[in-house]
Nanobody, 120 residues
Framework: VQLQASGGGLVQAGGSLRLSCAAS????????MGWYRQAPGKPRELVAA???????NYGDSVKGRFDISRDNVKKTVYLQMNSLKAEDTAVYYC???????????????WGQGTQVTVSS
């Protein structure tokens, strides 16, 4: 299973960015897809996650500013980030809880990370 993230970059404070992450490989079902982030010197933290039924969970610092969505057919999760702040600067990682096609085992997978830099 591979997760390919894209959409990071440099943006001014108050601006917007949209991240995408597509899953591929021997996948039977994806239960949860989401985003985490890690700033220098800080632990990795949840940004947002979405279950297969559409239930969502957001980190407190992004509620009301970020919006997660997913396309189950394309096996892709999106993160729309609005009203960006300097403190949103971090490497953003895509994460997926996947039920594998052959074994039906559950695996936890991570993308390679994409840098988001917000200039103040």
């Amino acid at each position: 299973v591979q997760l390919q993230a894209s959409g990071g970059g440099l943006v001014q404070a108050g601006g917007s960015l949209r991240l995408s992450c597509a899953a591929s490989g021997s996948i039977y079902r994806i239960d949860v897809m989401g985003w985490y982030r890690q700033a220098p010197g800080k632990p990795r933290e949840l940004v947002a996650a979405m279950g297969s039924g559409g239930d969502t969970n957001y980190g407190d610092s992004v509620k009301g500013r970020f919006d997660i969505s997913r396309d189950n057919v394309k096996k892709t999760v999106y993160l729309q980030m609005n009203s960006l702040k300097a403190e949103d600067t971090a490497v953003y990682y895509c994460n997926a809880e996947v039920v594998l096609a052959i074994t039906r085992r559950i695996g936890d997978y991570w993308g390679q990370g994409t840098q988001v830099t917000v200039s103040s």
